[in-house]
């Protein structure tokens, strides 16, 4: 690989700057790109519970 080379990295997205338009990919390690450098591959979609939350009654 050079400098310069793209490749093709698979992560999820942690977090979104877009004032600053870049985004947070974890890739093992966390990586900050440029938003124009992301590819989003598959819909986003929210974890599922298995279990419901308790009540919090006190």
Excluded: C, F
Excluded at 18 to 26: I, L, P, Q, Y
């Amino acid at each position: 690989m050079k400098k310069g080379q793209q490749s093709e990295l698979t992560g999820e997205i942690t977090r979104i700057d877009e004032e600053d338009g870049r985004v947070t990919v974890d890739l093992g390690p966390l990586v900050t790109v440029d938003i124009d450098k992301v590819r989003l591959l598959g819909k986003y979609r929210p974890p599922k519970r298995k279990k419901p939350l308790r009540d919090m009654v006190d």
